[in-house]
């Protein structure tokens, strides 16, 4: 069943991981359309510039022709789904810590605007433990990757720690 609607999965998705695309691919089975919106946080120091990061997702997804849209935002989620009239947030879930995090956020979400719901997805069990913070320490020390996050991101990785020894 698929509803007819679109909705936005937010993230850092430095890089994105086998976990998110994970998500994204069991949501475009869902919903019309998925936007992974990368987040522009001045208070974060990413790995990959924000074209990286979303080069790296459009290389992934490219097989969900337009099903997946990639985009951008800084700032509050809430005034991001306004400004592009979508009301309904993804997030995907690998354990019960991180739903107590992230029931946090979405009822801060709802609090800030009303309209809108956050949906959940559990990661499938083979993603559970992959995170974008713990693939950089793999990759900075040499490990492989290749099996956590998607071809290009891969690559990336090797060449962006290869570079700093």
Same mark, same amino acid.
């Given at each position: 069943?698929?509803?007819?609607?679109?909705?936005?999965?937010?993230?850092?998705?430095?890089?994105?991981?086998?976990?998110?695309?994970?998500?994204?691919?069991?949501?475009?089975?869902?919903?019309?359309?998925?936007?992974?919106?990368?987040?522009?946080?001045?208070?974060?120091?990413?790995?990959?510039?924000?074209?990286?990061?979303?080069?790296?997702?459009?290389?992934?997804?490219?097989?969900?022709?337009?099903?997946?849209?990639?985009?951008?935002?800084?700032?509050?989620?809430? *005034? !991001?789904?306004?400004?592009?009239? @979508?009301? &309904?947030?993804? +997030?995907? =879930?690998? $354990?019960?810590? *991180? !739903?107590?995090?992230?029931?946090? @956020?979405? &009822?801060?979400? +709802?609090? =800030?605007? $009303?309209?809108?719901?956050?949906?959940?997805?559990?990661?499938?069990?083979?993603?559970?433990?992959?995170?974008?913070?713990?693939?950089?320490?793999?990759?900075?020390?040499?490990?492989?990757?290749?099996?956590?996050?998607?071809?290009?991101?891969?690559?990336?990785?090797?060449?962006?720690?290869?570079?700093?020894?």
């Amino acid at each position: 069943m698929v509803f007819s609607s679109s909705i936005v999965f937010p993230g850092s998705f430095d890089p994105i991981t086998k976990g998110h695309f994970d998500i994204i691919s069991r949501a475009v089975t869902i919903f019309d359309t998925v936007v992974v919106a990368v987040l522009e946080n001045p208070l974060k120091s990413p790995l990959f510039s924000l074209e990286e990061r979303k080069n790296f997702i459009l290389s992934a997804c490219n097989q969900f022709e337009k099903r997946v849209v990639v985009d951008h935002f800084s700032g509050l989620l809430v *005034d !991001y789904l306004k400004q592009k009239n @979508i009301r &309904l947030v993804l +997030r995907g =879930l690998r $354990a019960v810590s *991180d !739903y107590e995090y992230e029931a946090q @956020i979405a &009822l801060m979400n +709802r609090h =800030l605007d $009303a309209q809108v719901e956050t949906f959940f997805l559990m990661a499938r069990e083979d993603c559970a433990y992959i995170s974008s913070n713990i693939v950089k320490q793999i990759a900075r020390f040499g490990g492989d990757v290749r099996r956590l996050v998607p071809e290009s991101a891969a690559l990336a990785l090797e060449h962006k720690f290869k570079a700093t020894k």
